[in-house]
């Protein structure tokens, strides 16, 4: 293992965000505000229970979970398109480095910057509302194991993106139409029969479910399905990102 | 050269691109250790493709190409961390600081930071008070500097340079070679490509020119500089002659232009040439009418073979 070099990469990628530290920190912070007036307070006042937990406290896990997965997917779909757009990706092909190294290095630094902001969000949301955590543990697996599949799906896309227009419609298009729809802000339960079928087609609703259970053990869906569909997940990934690296798709010509 | 001395041994090295453009056709050439090769070749002879493929930038299919005994691809970690590149395209981080990227060079390839090699590297490239500059706010000549430096970073064995003097002023040039014959001393192999001849014999131990994928030439300087230190002297036939005369033979002439020119070449410092020659040439009754001598220079001799391989 090279570890120089993925501390090298993982260094390089966090000190964007400490660039831009300003925006990273505050503008999670405004957003979490702005759902918690728009949905807290406007919505919250008519819904004001699912399962036996208030609405504003119901939509916290959801909310971290929907910036986990779009900031996961845009800081690592950036992260590796961007070299490959300026040409500095040079550089990391011609390193004494292998694939497995580039994609921690890479995927590492992305994943952390989205836990770091979900962690954000957490804090803000507690100043909001009581929020409890039931089961410590399997929320921080939950959060990992998320931010690392979202970040790997990021730098697949940022590997196929071969302009800015392809590298701004996956997030935009699939993401967060899919987060939205995944139950963030709602029990699944709560729509009729048909929808609630066709929901359970969105790989997302597991996570939400899963991640919610761990706060207050309550679940659209069996904790051990949702945790079963993330690996799911993270193996798909994998399994693309192996394929990327093997035949050098979009990185070696 | 013995197999001894050489560091990179490129066999039977072809490339198609995706497109089906066959960018090289079976390179063969051995670089030798410590030496400064330069690499000649108008625009897309395939100088860039060459060297990405012995970097790991574009996939070997056809051939093999080893670094100190290992192979590219197989060894990939052993040769990598051996090779410093610097690319022919300005590409850099912008927003990152010059120390920034660097140490990033430095750690990529797999070394430890030191905060006063690279300080040393930064102050040898001039580039020491502008450290902590994001390299957006850097000249075009500056920026080509901090991507030498982050070649060097890693304390390379081998050292590519991909036209490295592209946009870069004649001061700066000279602070660049200075900069590559310090190299050179510390035993540093370096590979460049160029466009300007000058700069090559400047510099070069050694010349390849490559054309259309084809490495046409491999050759000592010296002896390149030798054929560049021969005049040809041109003589205006009044009329044409139907083959060279026997007794012309001994002397290296040639015809051409519709057999009214006779070339002869002869070596700069041959004092007899020239007066024996003419002397022949009223012997043999053959009548001229002008006379005109130049110099080949090394462009001469690169588009004179680059020609004589298309045709
Ligand atoms: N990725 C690619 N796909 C298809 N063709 C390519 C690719 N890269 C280079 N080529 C072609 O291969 C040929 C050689 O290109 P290369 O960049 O190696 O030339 P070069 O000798 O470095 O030229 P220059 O002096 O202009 O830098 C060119 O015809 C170029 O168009
Ligand atoms: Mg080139």
């Known amino acids: 293992m090279n570890y120089p070099a993925i501390k090298a990469i993982y260094i390089f990628e966090m000190s964007r965000m400490r660039r831009t530290l300003f925006q990273s920190i505050v503008s999670p912070v405004i957003s979490t505000t702005l759902y918690f007036v728009v949905f807290g307070a406007a919505i919250g006042s008519r819904i004001t229970e699912i399962d036996g937990v208030s609405y504003g406290s119901f939509i916290v896990p959801g909310l971290i979970m929907l910036s986990i997965l779009t900031e996961s997917v845009s800081n690592a779909s950036f992260g590796i398109y961007f070299p490959k757009f300026s040409g500095s990706i040079y550089e990391v092909l011609s390193a004494p480095i292998s694939y497995i190294e580039i994609t921690i290095g890479y995927v590492g630094a992305a994943a952390s910057k989205s836990i770091i902001v979900g962690s954000i969000i957490l804090l803000t949301a507690n100043l909001f509302v009581p929020i409890q955590i039931a089961h410590p543990i399997w929320m921080i697996t939950f959060l990992i194991l998320t931010a690392i599949s979202f970040s790997l799906l990021g730098f697949i896309l940022g590997i196929w993106a071969d302009n800015w227009e392809k590298l701004a419609i996956a997030p935009t298009l699939i993401i967060t139409p899919l987060a939205f729809l995944g139950g963030s802000f709602y029990s699944i339960t709560m729509l009729p029969p048909f929808w609630q079928k066709i929901t359970l087609l969105n790989p997302v609703v597991y996570l939400i479910s899963g991640f919610r259970w761990s706060f207050y053990e309550n679940a659209d869906v069996s904790v051990y399905v949702s945790v079963g569909m993330i690996g799911l997940f993270l193996l798909i990934c994998l399994m693309l990102v192996w394929f990327i690296f093997k035949t050098g798709y979009r990185l070696r010509v | ?311």
């Open chain 2, 1 to 311: 050269m013995s197999i001894m001395d050489s560091i990179i041994q490129i066999k039977n090295l072809s490339k198609t691109y995706a497109d089906g453009f066959q960018a090289l056709n079976s390179i063969n050439l051995d670089i030798n250790k410590g030496e400064i090769f330069a690499l000649l070749g108008p625009n897309g002879a395939g100088k860039t493709t060459l060297i990405n493929m012995i970097c790991g930038i574009v996939n070997i299919q056809d051939g093999m190409v080893s670094v100190d005994g290992h192979d590219v691809v197989r060894d990939y970690r052993k040769t990598r961390s051996m090779i410093g590149l610097v690319p022919q395209e300005l590409t850099s981080e912008t927003f990152e600081t010059v120390w920034g990227t660097v140490s990033f060079s430095r750690g990529l390839f797999g070394k430890k930071q030191d905060t006063l090699y690279v300080e040393k590297i930064l102050k040898a490239l001039s580039l020491w008070e502008k450290k902590d500059n994001t390299i957006l706010t850097l000249s075009g000549g500056m920026k080509r500097r901090v991507l030498i430096a982050k070649a060097l970073a890693h304390e390379p064995k081998i050292i590519f340079l991909d036209e490295p003097t592209a946009g870069v002023d004649v001061e700066l040039r000279q602070d660049m070679w200075e900069v590559v014959r310090q190299l050179k001393e510390e035993g540093v192999t370096i590979i460049l490509t160029t466009h300007y001849i000058e700069e090559a014999e400047q510099i070069a131990d050694r010349v390849g020119v490559i054309n259309h994928g084809e490495l046409i030439l491999v050759q000592e300087k010296n002896s390149l500089m030798l054929e560049l230190g021969q005049k040809h002297l041109q003589i205006n036939l009044v009329n044409p002659l139907k083959v060279i005369p026997a007794s012309l033979m001994d002397f290296r002439v040639e015809l051409s232009a519709c057999n009214k020119i006779l070339i002869y070449t002869y070596d700069k410092n041959d004092d007899f040439g020239v007066s024996s020659i003419l002397e022949l040439l009223s012997s043999l009754g053959i009548a001229y009418h002008d006379l005109d001598t130049k110099e080949s220079s090394l462009e001469e001799i690169f588009v004179d073979l680059v020609n004589r391989k298309l045709t």
